[in-house]
C-alpha cells in the first residue's frame, strides 16, 4: 500500500516544483527549489503553494504586480493534491443552519457565493487549459437513518423557497439506480457539483501563475512576518525578502510564522483510501453515474470513482493530523466501513492511503481579509476545492486595490478563546459529534 495521495501519481512525469518521483513518499526531504529563492523585494510575498496562494499569485501577476509564492514543501503538497476532489455545492453548515445563523438574506447571499465559485472555477479550468478531468457528475448525499431522509424534504423545500436551488430525492426502493447498496435510507441529488482531479488541478494552477508572471519557491520555509519600512520583511530559513503586502495562504497547515492566523485555524484530519482499478462492472454498479457521493452523519464518509475505476473512500477516521499511525489506523477504519457498505469489495486491495489536515473555523465558515496589516483566506472546513480559488483571487483583487467589500470578508475574524494553534478541544469535540450521531 503506498502511503501518499493517489492523486501523485496521475501528474504528469515532470511537473512544476518537483518531479514525480520526488512526490511518491510523504516522508522525502522537501525538494530544493527549481525557481531561485526568492530574494529582494516584491509587491506581494504569498505564503503556500495551493489553490488559494496560486489563484491569489496568478490574479496579482496578470495585473502587472510582482509575486513571490513561497512554499515550505512542494507545489500543492498540502491539501489541494490530498483531497477528495469533490466539487461540492454549498458550505460546510447545511441550508436551515446557514439561515438560523446568517437569517435568509444573508444566507442566500453566501450560498450564492459557493455556487458561483464552481463556475468562477470551470472557467478559470477553461481559460488556461488545465487538463484536471473536472466534470459536473452532480452529487449524492445519503440519509444514514430514516430521520435523516425525512430531513431531506425539508431541505429540498428550503433550498428551492430560499436559494432557489433544485435537488431530488430518490427514495431507498430506488437508490439503487444512483449507489449499489441497500445500506443508506434514500438519497439527495444535486446535479450542479461536480468531480475533479486536484493535484493535477493545483499543478496546472502554479503553471497558469507562472506563465502570468509570478515566481514559485518550493522548499522554502516562512519562519516569520514582521512589519518593516515600505510593508513587510518575509524571514525564510534561506534570508529574507522585503514585500509591500503578504498572503498568508497556509489554511490548515499555519503554524507559527503566523501565530495570529493560527489561533484562528483548526487543523482536523481527514483521510482517504484508494482502491485498486476495478472492473468496469464493479465500478458502474457502486456508482453507475460516477456522482460523488457523501453521505448525512457528522464523521460522515464520502466516495467516488476515479477515471481509472478506483473508490476513492475517505471520512474523519482520526481527528488528528496525518502521520505514519495515524494513516494505517485510519486505512484500516475506512476499508472496514467501505466493505460494510459494499461487501463485495471485501478482497479488493487497497493501493493508496493518505490524510491531509482540514482547516476548521469555531463558526464553520470560510474567512478572508487582514489581520495585523497581513492578508489571509482559509476555513474553508472541508468544501475548499472551488471557495479556496475564489477567495484567493478576492484577495488579490483587494490587494490590486480593487473591492474591500465581500459577504466573506473579516477583518475582525476572532481567535478562538484558551487556543493557541495546539487543538487540546478535538477529542472532546470528537466525543460530541460521535454522541450526535448516535442519538440524532
Ligand atoms: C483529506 C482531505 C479531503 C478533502 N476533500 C475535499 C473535497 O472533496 N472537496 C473540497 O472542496 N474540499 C476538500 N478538502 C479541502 C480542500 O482540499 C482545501 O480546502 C483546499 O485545498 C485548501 O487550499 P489552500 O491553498 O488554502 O491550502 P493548502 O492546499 O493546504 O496549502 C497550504 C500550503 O501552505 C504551505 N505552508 C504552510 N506553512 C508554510 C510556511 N511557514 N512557509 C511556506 N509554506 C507554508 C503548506 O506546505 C501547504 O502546501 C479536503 C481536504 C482534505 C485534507
Request: glycine share 10%.
Amino acid at each position: 500500500m503506498n502511503e501518499y495521495p493517489y492523486w501523485w501519481d496521475t501528474l504528469p512525469s515532470r511537473t512544476l516544483g518537483s518531479e514525480n518521483s520526488e512526490l511518491r513518499t510523504e516522508n522525502s526531504a522537501p525538494a530544493t527549489s527549481h525557481q531561485p529563492p526568492a530574494t529582494g523585494r516584491v509587491d506581494v510575498a504569498i505564503i503556500g503553494a495551493g489553490y488559494t496562494g496560486l489563484a491569489a499569485a496568478r490574479l496579482l501577476a496578470k495585473s502587472g504586480a510582482s509575486v513571490a509564492v513561497l512554499e515550505r514543501e512542494r507545489v500543492g503538497w498540502g491539501a489541494s493534491s490530498r483531497n477528495g476532489g469533490q466539487l461540492l455545492t454549498g458550505l460546510k453548515l447545511d441550508p436551515s443552519t446557514l439561515i438560523k445563523k446568517h437569517g435568509e438574506a444573508r444566507a442566500r447571499q453566501l450560498f450564492d457565493v459557493a455556487k458561483e465559485s464552481i463556475a468562477r472555477l470551470e472557467s478559470l479550468v477553461a481559460q488556461e487549459t488545465i487538463d484536471c478531468e473536472l466534470t459536473r457528475t452532480g452529487h449524492l448525499q445519503a440519509a444514514c437513518k430514516p430521520s435523516h431522509f425525512a430531513a431531506f424534504r425539508d431541505e429540498q423545500a428550503l433550498l428551492a423557497r430560499v436559494f432557489n436551488h433544485r435537488v431530488e430525492l430518490v427514495s431507498r426502493a430506488d437508490q439503487r439506480s444512483e449507489v449499489g447498496t441497500d445500506g443508506y435510507h434514500g438519497l439527495m441529488i444535486d446535479e450542479h457539483s461536480g468531480a475533479i482531479n486536484p493535484a493535477r488541478y493545483v499543478h496546472g494552477l502554479a503553471a497558469a501563475a507562472v506563465r502570468a508572471g509570478a515566481s514559485i519557491a518550493t522548499g522554502v520555509a516562512v519562519t516569520g512576518v514582521q512589519r518593516a519600512s515600505n510593508g513587510w520583511r518575509v524571514s525564510t530559513a534561506d534570508g529574507a525578502i522585503s514585500a509591500r503586502n503578504v498572503f498568508a495562504a497556509t489554511n490548515g497547515y499555519t503554524g507559527g510564522a503566523t501565530p495570529n492566523l493560527q489561533r484562528r485555524f483548526v487543523p482536523i484530519g481527514s483521510y482517504i483510501i484508494a482502491t485498486e482499478p476495478l472492473t468496469p462492472d464493479r465500478a458502474a454498479a457502486i456508482l453507475p453515474k460516477k456522482r460523488m457521493a457523501f453521505d448525512s452523519k457528522n464523521f460522515l464518509h464520502y466516495f467516488r470513482v476515479t477515471p481509472d475505476r478506483r473508490l476513492v473512500f475517505g471520512g474523519r477516521a482520526e481527528f488528528t493530523s496525518p502521520d505514519e499511525n495515524t494513516t494505517r489506523r485510519a486505512a484500516a477504519i475506512l476499508q472496514r466501513a467501505m466493505t460494510d457498505l459494499f461487501p463485495e469489495l471485501a478482497g479488493t486491495r487497497i493501493d493508496y492511503a493518505w490524510g491531509g489536515n482540514v482547516a476548521f473555523t469555531r463558526d464553520q465558515m470560510p474567512h478572508a481579509g487582514v489581520i495585523d496589516g497581513v492578508f489571509y483566506a482559509g476555513g474553508y472546513c472541508g468544501h475548499g476545492i472551488a471557495m479556496a480559488t475564489h477567495l484567493g483571487e478576492a484577495i488579490a483583487d483587494r490587494i490590486s486595490g480593487g473591492s474591500a467589500v465581500h459577504p466573506l470578508f473579516d477583518d475582525r475574524f476572532p481567535a478562538i478563546p484558551f487556543y493557541d494553534g495546539r487543538p487540546w478541544f478535538l477529542p472532546l469535540v470528537g466525543a460530541y459529534y460521535r454522541l450526535m450521531d448516535l442519538i440524532s
